[in-house]
């Protein structure tokens, strides 16, 4: 499940290619378009998707018994047996931007493989601010609306997730302590680099701030985790002939320079951080512990410009089409979504959007490492860490393989000393701005 959904956070955009929709986010055709009912006198209500999720089918029951006068259908593009190749993802978006464009599309759409910004643009998406807002089933006062405006595009809400996944720079707590100290409320990149020299300088040879990653690849993450400063999706526009973009390949040409950071394969003793998206509090008390004898957790890092927080990935993303003539059912999901009942369904597959469930998480975890479930050395400290992690997720790191390969291309020819920092950031600039508005 985990490597289908870190395909589906990277996949290929591809544009649609005409325009249409009016301006306010309906046609004609969907004021016309009669409420469909089966057999019983359900009204129908559709969710397309690429392949099929259990937690939609689990899900699809429960909302079935709280709503029995709602059919929900799913439709899965791939069989259970058909595999997800890259072709296949082609031909799925290609099907769904010719529906989209034709309004005959589902009526809930799971968009994690498609443009979002773009049939954001062309009015195929309900913007759902106003129905979040007025909605009284929903416990806002619970709901992690930093994740939710996370997810926004031009302010307005046009998907919702069903869970979250937590961007962290695990790091050596006991190295950190002893050599360097971090401020975790002012974690910036320009910060990341001071605290990678201090403890460089107080090291031996063969230990590093950060391992396992070539320099166009450490610039893949700041660009995916930083997105915003170099791409203004609302707009379009790409932003990497920029002197924040050029100093940064030029920062990280010298930190490798200097053996700072190293593409070198890693080891827990070798590297002072690594660098993850923490997918339930197991990979705390499991994965960070086995790498760490006492990890520190500390937010992604991000630029001046940005806002305090951490980096969140999303397993799925659901919004409602604007030719849908059944909206008010629609929403009715998508809200049921963001229920207790609902959220407490999620097995395990991130975090949720309610505080309150991952408490419960957090609580149920603390009693199996007491029960000796889980062996742990996990102190107070540690869950404080991550519960603060989990509430200050704000930006989605939404960059995909297109994007992310042509800036690892044109960027190998800057560390590989063939061409100046200068020039590839305009190389970048000119591809990426093709690509945008393609």
């Known amino acids: 499940m985990k490597k289908k959904i870190m395909m589906g956070m990277m996949c290929i ?34 969710l397309s998707s690429l392949y099929v999720y259990p937690y939609f089918e689990a899900l699809e029951k429960k909302f079935e018994q ?3 006068d709602i059919d929900l259908q799913i439709q899965a593009y791939l069989g259970i047996e058909e595999k997800m190749t890259e072709t296949a993802i082609e031909k799925y978006l290609k099907q769904m931007n010719s529906t989209m464009l034709t309004g005959e599309g ?55 997730p069903s869970s979250f996944f937590v961007g962290t720079f695990v790091g050596n707590g ?33 230990q590093f701030a950060l391992t396992s990653y070539a320099p166009e690849r450490f610039l893949q993450i700041l660009v995916k985790n930083n997105l915003t400063d170099f791409i203004d ?4 526009q790409a932003k990497f002939d920029t002197p924040l973009f050029i100093q940064s390949l030029k920062q990280i040409q010298k930190m490798y320079d200097e053996k700072i950071l190293s593409a070198s394969a890693g080891k827990p003793n070798n590297q002072l951080f690594y660098h993850t998206y923490l ?35 999303i397993p799925n993303q659901l919004g409602i089409s604007a030719n849908s003539p059944v909206k008010d059912e629609a929403w009715k999901f998508i809200a049921f979504l963001m229920s207790k009942e609902a959220q407490s369904m999620n097995d395990g597959e991130g975090f949720s959007l309610l505080a ?52 690892e291309e044109e960027s190998k020819s800057y560390f590989s000393g063939q061409k100046s920092a200068e020039e590839v950031a305009k190389l970048i600039q000119n591809r990426t701005t093709t690509y945008l508005n393609e």
């Open 13 to 46: 955009l591809i544009a649609a290619t005409t325009a249409c929709g009016s301006g306010d986010g309906s046609n004609k055709d969907a004021a016309s378009k009669a409420k469909r009912q089966n057999k019983d006198g359900k009204t129908i209500v559709t």
């Open 66 to 68: 709280k709503y029995p």
């Open 106 to 160: 589902a009526d809930i759409i799971e968009m994690s493989y498609l443009p979002v910004e773009k049939y954001v643009s062309k009015k195929m998406l309900v913007n759902m601010n106003d129905r979040l807002e007025a909605d009284q089933t929903i416990n806002k006062s619970d709901l992690n609306m930093n994740v939710l405006n996370g997810m926004k595009i031009n302010g307005g809400l046009y998907s919702v």
């Open 174 to 206: 006991d190295a950190l302590a002893k050599t360097v100290k971090v401020d975790e409320k002012n974690w910036t990149w320009t910060q990341f680099e001071e605290v990678a020299r201090k403890f460089k300088a107080s090291s031996r040879k063969d």
């Open 233 to 236: 999706a609302d707009n379009r």
């Open 279 to 313: 997918y339930s509090p197991l990979d705390v008390a499991q994965v960070a512990f086995n790498f760490y004898a006492n990890p520190k957790l500390l937010p992604t890092p991000h630029t001046k410009e940005d806002v305090p927080g951490t980096t969140f990935l």
């Open 356 to 407: 309150s469930v991952n408490e419960q998480m957090l609580q149920d975890i603390k009693k199996r490492v007491k029960n000796g479930e889980i062996t742990t050395k996990m102190t107070d400290r540690h869950y404080d860490e991550l519960k603060q992690l989990i509430q200050s997720a704000s930006s989605l790191a939404q960059a995909d393989d297109k994007l992310l390969s042509m800036i």
